[in-house]
């Protein structure tokens, strides 16, 4: 490496002759608590000695992966002691064998490198030249990578018509070895030129947002061009209109709440989302709860238009999430879906505690054993009430009140099941189990 | 949040203050500036790993030391004793205002080289800001000592004289690691010389 007055070039001092450090090897210190001078400089004044420089050629390169490399290290020299004679090469901090190298005349040593690796680093390879005594004489960075694939899909949405947000996956196998630049291009497909999206990386690595100047009603091409050292490529183009990908925010204020005593619902209240509140479209809402500590969401779907729904087969005395999303679905009267929202944040309610006993629990009744061995006021009060309205006898029998238990615990099962489907019941009223007419 | 509280912090100890009425004591700015150093001390060797780690072996092999690597647009912080001792208050200062002015301009450069060397490495280039920041504030803490002792300031000079632009891959990996280093050499020697100062002038 040349050294000129003033510059700020690094340059490198070596020895001619006998090695500056008689335990030979280089020396090792902490990076600041030795001074930065190789011992050899007298304090406060230029070098006594001459140095000599080298350089690599070629400086930089950049090569597919598998190729080959021939590389010189060529010494200047102020002082007839610059010879090539001792010097070595290393790659990435190894020392490459001795039979990749030769000495091509007496201030120049050859290299022969093949079938290159991809780059370690995005910053290069470091393919250095040390003196005999290990210090750094010469560098130059290798390159070595694949130019990119085409990058695929491409998926958009529009957060309330104002903006636009595109991500992308990268060609096939995505690592290059070299620094891959990609950039989002789009344009009006009748009219105008190219823009490029500015903003990246705002929803992951291989994504980016525009965030104004953006046309209803018309559609827009959008492409993304990857470019590295070794190439570029483009990906297929996309063509949409934004209306046809609008999402929105998710719902906000949700409120979960008990219904009065019912051990097994909860309703849920919320507000369609504000900033779509002026253009006509009907919103369709998901909603989605989970058991505390479960991980298991159940969805109910094709809630449309609706600000509250009943959750209904809930287990009694127990902590749900609900979540709660929206679809701005056809909007400026377009037949077509938008995209669903984030979820709401989640909201927590509890179903109020069962005052019977649970099936399988401990203060179980086994079939057909004494009633009063443990019904619970409630349900007596129930089968009461059932048998003022639905018996034909006056004759209070046990058996009829076992068969009774049964055909409650069975509807209580197909009840959850179709629960658990997910229907939303409009009639706000309170629902009330009804009872067949006959057992 | 804590990274935004860091930097709050440190500008407390960039900036001399500007007058909270009665202006402050020579002994004060040298406390200061004293405190500055002292953390910038603290940070040293985590930029220098993380600034070795991005450029890859044999940088950021553990260990690393090239003493054979200089830059002569770079004064050197080391000194004899004798000299070191025999050094005059505008003189002592003085040194260490041209190193901190170098190292400001080089900290620049190397900010540049990176971020075309790592475009993808935040850390690294958001690191050598906060140094190059650091680097004012010495000189910013310096100039106030000077003033508060009647010495006279120099102008600020162009230290880097002419940029060779077409300087290799490798020349910048080298002039980056040289710069660091010999910003870690000054924070020392500024550590020394302003102990020395709240030595002569306490408070």
């Given at each position: 490496m040349p050294r000129a007055p003033g510059s700020s070039r690094p340059h490198a001092r070596g020895s001619p002759?006998?090695?500056?450090?008689?335990?030979?090897g280089r020396r090792r210190c902490c990076p600041y608590c030795?001074?930065?001078?190789?011992?050899r400089r007298k304090r406060d004044q230029e070098p006594v000695l001459a140095q000599y420089t080298a350089v690599i050629s070629p400086q930089d390169p950049t090569l597919l992966i598998g190729s080959s490399l021939q590389a010189t290290c060529s010494v200047h020299g102020d002082t007839p002691g610059a010879t090539a004679e001792g010097l070595y090469w290393t790659l990435n901090g190894r020392r490459l064998p001795p039979e990749l190298s030769r000495m091509l005349n007496a201030s120049t040593l050859a290299l022969a490198l093949a079938n290159l690796n991809g780059s370690r680093q995005q910053s290069g390879d470091n393919l250095v030249c040390h003196a005999r005594d290990g210090s750094i004489l010469a560098g130059s960075c290798l390159y070595v990578g694949l130019p990119p694939e085409k990058p695929f899909n491409i998926s958009c949405w529009s957060k309330n018509m104002k903006d636009l947000t595109c991500r992308w996956t990268p060609g096939a196998h995505g690592e290059t070895f070299l620094h891959t630049n990609y950039s989002l291009k789009y344009k009006l497909r009748w009219y105008g030129q190219d823009n490029t999206c500015e903003e990246y990386h705002t929803v992951g690595p291989h994504s980016c947002h525009i965030p104004k100047d953006l046309a209803l009603f018309t559609p827009y091409e959008i492409w993304v061009e990857a470019t590295n050292r070794l190439g570029s490529a483009r990906s297929d183009v996309l063509t949409l209109d934004i209306l046809d990908v609008v999402t929105t925010d998710p719902p906000p204020d949700v409120h979960v709440s008990r219904?009065?005593?019912?051990?097994?619902q909860l309703s849920v209240r919320w507000v369609s989302?504000?900033?779509?509140?002026?253009?006509l479209f009907q919103a369709k809402y998901q909603i989605r709860y989970r058991v505390e500590d479960s991980v298991d969401w159940k969805v109910v779907d094709d809630v449309s238009n609706q600000t509250s729904c009943r959750l209904a087969g809930l287990k009694p005395g127990t902590v749900y999430f609900v979540q709660v999303r929206c679809n701005p679905f056809g909007i400026y009267g377009s037949k077509k879906a938008g995209i669903w929202s984030e979820w709401s944040h989640p909201t927590a309610a509890s179903t109020p505690r069962s005052e019977r006993p649970g099936p399988g629990g401990g203060a179980c009744e086994p079939r057909g054993s004494e009633p009063s061995s443990g019904p619970v006021r409630r349900e007596l009060k129930q089968f009461l009430g059932w048998l003022k309205k639905h018996a034909y006898c006056s004759n209070l029998s046990f058996r009829l009140y076992d068969q009774w238990r049964a055909w409650m615990q069975k509807s209580h099962k197909t009840r959850n099941q179709h629960r658990t489907r997910g229907s939303c019941p409009r009639a706000e009223g309170a629902r009330r189990e009804v009872l067949p007419d006959k057992l | 949040m804590s990274c935004q509280l860091a930097i709050l912090c440190l500008l407390t100890l960039l900036l001399?203050?500007?007058?909270?009425g009665a202006p402050m004591s020579p002994a004060e700015r040298i406390t200061q500036a004293y405190n500055l150093a002292l953390s910038m001390q603290e940070n040293m060797s985590t930029l220098l790993q993380t600034y070795l780690q991005a450029q890859g072996s044999p940088f950021s092999d553990p260990g690393f030391s090239a003493p054979e690597l200089q830059l002569s647009s770079l004064p050197p912080a080391d000194i004899s004793f004798k000299t070191w001792n025999a050094l005059d208050d505008g003189e002592r200062l003085s040194r260490v205002q041209g190193a901190f002015l170098a190292l400001t301009q080089h900290l620049q450069l190397v900010g540049d080289d990176q971020r075309d060397?790592?475009?993808?490495n935040p850390i690294l280039l958001a690191q050598l800001r906060d140094a190059r920041l650091r680097a004012q504030g010495m000189l910013g803490n310096v100039a106030a000592i000077m003033t508060a002792l009647g010495l006279p300031n120099p102008r600020a000079e162009d230290t880097l004289g002419l940029v060779p632009f077409g300087a290799s891959a490798f020349e910048r990996k080298c002039r980056g690691y040289i710069v660091i280093r010999e910003y870690g050499h000054w924070t020392d020697r500024a550590v020394r010389d302003l102990a020395l100062f709240k030595a002569k002038y306490p408070s």
């Open positions: 002759g006998p090695p500056p450090n008689p335990r030979g030795c001074s930065a001078s190789s011992g219904v009065g005593g019912l051990e097994d989302p504000p900033a779509l509140k002026d253009f | 001399p203050p500007l007058s909270r060397l790592n475009p993808d």
